[in-house]
């Protein structure tokens, strides 16, 4: 019995909370919006992050486990078959390959074309990503392309167009033929840009890369690790820079809320008083508060969240995802949902446990002030 | 409390839209794409394209 009549005391209670929420709801509506809107850019600049870092760790794994790059005079340079015969003999080696990279500049559109050679390609024929079909669409090369070079104009028919799925790595990219890519990049017929050096042994993976740079200081040895570390390093580069702007924003927000609470909570002081007087003890008002802001916060985040997710893997974060992958050559990337309950976690902690706190302090100095005073004014 | 009750209903049907959405994408089939790319592009690059001052002097573009 003394049970149930507690519990109807507690909903009446609650009950009544929510009635204040209302009466008051101007004054909650501004902390509403400014909360949601912190926790939708930052939750979206992770979403973005994270589901651009799944898709790249993804294609990394079928990567070679060393890839060898030259340089001269601080620049990429190429490397001839000596390179390979060498760093084939190295002990661990069970293959080199030789590949065709590097970056053609398309000057009608000031754009830089991703070249890409791909032995099953026949000599005349390409594959484009789609941002490329787009920008070659605008001047009108459609079934072919001509490439312009120092010597000579080379004509390559427009095969086929790389599936969207794939848009993180071919957006920008053009798959010729390794011979047509060494005459459009202006190589030698025995020239690389690149030696994917096979190891099947992990454990031998840094000696071998060591090996290679003993031989060849200028050149630059890749493991797979690096390369995963190196996109990692990437996407954490541009979040932190995001999170440092999120604590700013936050903190900011933090010290408005207090100030706009004081006030209000200030003006609120009659009714707090009544309250009081009615038998409210301190704990009750900080409860009742308690009961306002939490509706208020969490509501809050979870509107946050929910919208940065429709922003994210519904309209592929428009304008947002410029600042991951430039924005010179259209990018219609279709973005894995990947979400990070840990991180969601985080944001919850350090953005509604400080939003109640800050909220609930004003409300107990004003509730332990003496009440007297205020019910005579 | 029937407010309350709205609210949390209103947030589980949003929610339950968005877990609909995140099983719903073809995560399989990008998968697949990507790998079949990878195949051929073993030392892959995201494909970024930021602006780049390169040239931009010397074209004129309409």
Not at chain 2, 30 to 58: C, G, I, M, N, W
Request: contains cysteine; aromatic residues 14%.
């Amino acid at each position: 019995m003394r049970t149930k009549g507690l519990s109807m005391f507690r909903k009446n209670f609650v009950e009544y909370a929510i009635l204040l929420l209302f009466k008051d709801r101007n004054d909650h509506l501004f902390s509403f919006l400014i909360f949601s809107f912190i926790v939708f850019i930052l939750s979206s600049v992770l979403f973005i992050s994270d589901s651009l870092q799944y898709d790249l760790i993804q294609s990394i794994k079928a990567q070679p486990s060393i890839v060898v790059e030259n340089t001269r005079a601080g620049r990429a340079y190429q490397m001839h078959e000596g390179y390979v015969y060498d760093v084939s003999k190295i002990t661990g080696v069970s293959g080199v390959e030789g590949v065709v990279d590097g970056y053609h500049y398309f000057a009608q559109k000031r754009l830089w074309f991703h070249i890409i050679g791909d032995a099953s390609l026949a000599k005349d024929e390409m594959v484009i990503g789609q941002g490329v079909q787009k920008a070659m669409a605008e001047l009108y090369y459609e079934d072919e392309f001509h490439f312009l070079t120092e010597e000579r104009l080379i004509r390559v028919k427009i095969n086929k167009i790389a599936p969207k799925g794939t848009n993180i790595l071919s957006n920008d990219a053009i798959f010729l033929n390794p011979n047509t890519a060494r005459a459009v990049l202006g190589m030698e017929i025995d020239e690389y840009s690149k030696l994917y050096v096979s190891v099947p042994n992990p454990n031998e993976v840094g000696n071998v890369a060591l090996k290679i740079v003993e031989i060849y200081p200028s050149a630059k040895a890749t493991s797979q690790a690096d390369a995963i570390g190196a996109v990692r390093h990437v996407y954490y580069y541009k979040g932190g820079i995001f999170m440092i702007l999120y604590v700013i924003a936050l903190v900011s927000f933090f010290i408005l809320l207090k100030n706009q609470i004081s006030l209000v909570y200030g003006e609120k002081k009659k009714e707090i008083a009544i309250l009081r007087s009615l038998g409210f003890c301190i704990k009750d008002i900080i409860a009742l508060k308690f009961i306002q802001n939490t509706v208020v916060s969490v509501s809050a985040y979870l509107l946050g969240v929910a919208l940065a997710y429709v922003y994210v893997f519904v309209f592929n974060a428009p304008y947002l995802r410029n600042i991951f992958l430039g924005s010179e050559l259209e990018n219609s990337i279709s973005l894995t949902p990947v979400v990070d309950l840990n991180l969601l976690f985080l944001i919850f902690l350090f953005g509604v446990i400080p939003f109640l706190a800050f909220v609930i302090l004003p409300a107990w100095k004003i509730a332990i002030s003496d009440m007297s005073e205020a019910v005579k004014s | 409390m029937k407010f309350l009750a709205m609210l949390a209903t209103a947030f589980c049907v949003l929610y339950l839209a968005l877990v609909v959405h995140a099983f719903s994408f073809p995560t399989q089939k990008k998968a697949e794409e990507l790998t079949a790319l990878s195949l051929h592009v073993k030392d892959v690059k995201p494909s970024l394209s930021f602006p780049t001052h390169a040239y931009q002097r010397f074209v004129y573009v309409p």
